[in-house]
């Protein structure tokens, strides 16, 4: 069964630096050299229009800029800061550590933060969050999201769907669409963190979520590998990223950094870092490496659960791992 996005009642009513042309440009790639742009008053009426083959479209097209841009930035304004989770290639526990960031940053209880799922075609973060079964409401005000905890808000496609199993096959403009909504459409209420869990890559939901906070800010992206090459390569391309559209790179994570028995708590490596993993990869290129997350079978257990692994098994050095990540990124925000 395919997804379809039905629609919904729309609600009532550090910054980043100069955008970068990798963000999406007002200028079709088969324009003429002194194209107006589409959201131009002269779009379609320019002398320079005259033989573009999008002439017509961009006559008749609404013009100015996008609309919803001032409600995002109103919605917005009561979130202090806003943390992306990337990684280059998928599979290495993104998800799995935008879980657990979420939930040690919620163990505060003073502390107000909330997870936005924006892997339209791979959401997970219902089911490690234990909400796989909650749904959205709706109100004159926005949508309602689900709570993990008192103080953890939390926003995914899963909610949406009727069932886990249902594939979401949309091209770009549809999840485009589904990620301002989740932006200018949600009650999220005051925040102290809002994070972000994106799909693997750099495409079409990396590039929504920036160009519609680039006016109230990200405050830095965390990046996950697993120690291997094959996965450091695809890490280089989301540094490359962040840098080319002005995100400032908070830190990497290493994750399934070695084995640890559950019994005799003695760690072994299971996935050689045979380049040296992030370690030697950040010196490389000047970025800090975070912590290193070692696998522990428990995780995958409690994440299957929808339960906090911190919370179940503190003693864990995964545990002692993770806080120790969080506690970075707080001196890195100049949150302590």
């Known amino acids: 069964m395919i997804a379809v996005q039905a629609p919904l009642p729309p609600p009532s009513p550090l910054p980043l630096g100069p955008t970068s042309t990798v963000l999406p440009s007002s200028v079709p790639d088969n324009a003429p050299e002194h194209c107006p742009g589409v959201e131009s008053s002269q779009a379609g009426k320019a002398d320079a229009c005259e033989g573009c083959p999008n002439q017509a479209v961009c006559a008749e097209g609404p013009k100015g800029p996008d609309p919803d841009l001032p409600l995002i930035r109103e919605r917005m304004k009561s979130v202090k800061r806003k943390v992306l989770v990337l990684s280059g290639k998928g599979g290495v526990g993104k998800s799995t550590f935008s879980a657990g960031l979420s939930w040690a940053l919620a163990a505060d209880e003073e502390c107000q933060t909330g997870i936005m799922d924006i892997d339209i075609c791979g ?3 219902p089911l490690l969050m234990g909400l796989s079964s909650s749904t959205i409401h709706t109100s004159s005000s926005g949508w309602s999201p689900a709570y993990a905890l008192d103080n953890l808000a939390v926003m995914s496609i899963g909610f949406l769907l009727p069932s886990n199993s249902d594939a979401v096959i949309w091209r770009g403009p ?4 589904l990620i301002k909504q989740f932006l200018k459409d949600v009650e999220w209420g005051d925040l102290d963190y809002m994070v972000v869990d994106t799909p693997p890559g750099t495409s079409d939901e990396h590039l929504s979520i920036v160009q519609y906070l680039k006016e109230t800010g990200i405050d830095g992206a965390v990046l996950v590998t697993t120690p291997q090459e094959v996965a450091l390569q695809d890490v280089r391309k989301e540094i490359d990223f962040c840098r080319k559209v002005g ?3 908070l830190g990497l994570v290493e994750n399934m950094s070695g ?3 559950p ?6 490596q299971i996935f050689a870092p045979t380049t040296g993993g992030a370690e030697a990869m950040g010196k490389e290129l000047g970025i ?5 997350v070692p696998l522990d079978p428990r995780i995958g257990m409690t994440c299957d659960q929808g339960m906090s692994f911190l919370d179940e098994y503190p003693d864990s050095p995964a545990t002692v791992a993770y806080l120790d990540i969080v506690q970075r990124i707080r001196e890195i925000l100049g949150d302590e």
């Not at 800090?288 to 290193?292: N, Q, R, S, T, V």
């Open 288 to 292: 800090e490496l975070l912590g290193k």
């Open 174 to 177: 549809k999840k485009n669409g």
């Open 259 to 261: 084995f640890v028995c």
């Open 247 to 249: 995100i400032p790179i």
């Open 123 to 125: 959401p997970s973060i």
């Open 263 to 268: 019994k005799c708590k003695n760690e072994n």
